[in-house]
């Protein structure tokens, strides 16, 4: 099934992107983007420096390391919170800027350099659509199988005797006299909703039956009856399998999203591997 696969992606929009959105108010509110905002929009001045819309961009994607992100796409209500977060940068970045001789803050430029470099990688990476349909075609059946689905009619009663004789008044037969008969009988006995219609089920998922149920169902062959009856908290059935597909898959284009971004992810770490072999490493703690 396709939960295998670690479906991770490198880009993610962080708390700190959604926080100055709180204030008591939900994305709901108003979705529409601030009219007229272009890359050049002035939107602050911080001691006579004028502040842009692009300024702001840059920093809310280095922030969330995601180059998707722009101010002029957000909810208008939430504008100000970010040019807000930006000129505070800006404001404390004259008083703060000691720091930036400091060992810490050198090590930590480093850690976003690194961050900010594998985000850009992530985005320059081109996965065509043939290699996500070849991807999803030869893995199919390894992650993109879905869970089995049967047809099925049956029968339920609440004592085991009732149900091992209408078992012996079904065998022997096969085909359309065993399911005329099997209608027969569930309208006459079953306790089930069913009933009225000769036990019908339909079409279901296993995973929506009683497991004792789906596990005796599975084991059969289409057109086959349970021989003995099958105990669940709703009584004793005796089933009838009618069809059974177990070659369901999730759709291509449910997943084609998810196999672009694994197979991203792939490409990255590929890239990463190599360098960790061109490095010349030792960490010599044991």
């Not at 101010?71 to 807000?84: E, G, R, S």
């Not at 689905?149 to 085909?175: C, N, P, Q, T, Y």
């Amino acid at each position: 099934m396709i939960k295998k696969l670690l479906f991770t992606t490198s880009i993610a929009i962080s708390a700190f992107a959604f926080a100055g959105m709180a204030h008591g108010k939900t994305a709901a509110h108003n979705t529409a983007p601030m009219k007229g905002l272009t890359e050049y929009s002035v939107v602050a001045k911080v001691n006579g420096k004028k502040v842009t819309v692009k300024d702001v961009n840059a920093y809310m994607q280095g922030m969330t390391k995601d180059f998707r992100i722009r101010l002029q796409d957000l909810p208008a209500q939430h504008v100000k919170d970010f040019v807000k977060k930006y000129v505070d940068t800006e404001k404390y970045y004259t008083e703060a800027k000691s720091i930036t001789k400091t060992p810490q803050y050198k090590a930590l430029m480093k850690k976003i350099a690194v961050d900010l470099w594998m985000a850009e990688e992530y985005k320059k990476i081109k996965i065509s659509d043939k290699e996500v349909k070849n991807f999803y075609d030869k893995n199919k059946v390894l992650y993109f199988k879905s869970t089995p689905k049967l047809k099925a009619r049956h029968i339920v009663v609440k004592d085991e005797k009732l149900a091992k004789k209408i078992i012996s008044e079904l065998k022997g037969l096969k085909g359309k006299a065993l399911e005329t008969k099997f209608a027969k009988l569930a309208k006459k006995y079953s306790i089930g909703p069913s009933k009225i219609d000769g036990g019908e089920l339909g079409y279901f998922n296993i995973e929506t039956m009683a497991k004792p149920f789906s596990d005796a169902a599975l084991k059969l062959n289409k057109g086959e009856i349970t021989l003995n009856p099958v105990q669940t908290k709703y009584g004793y059935h005796v089933i009838l399998l009618e069809d059974k597909d177990t070659n369901n898959f999730v759709p291509f284009n449910k997943v084609k999203g998810q196999i672009v971004a694994y197979l991203k992810n792939k490409t990255l770490d590929d890239k990463l591997t190599q360098i960790d072999k061109k490095s010349n490493v030792k960490i010599l703690i044991k």
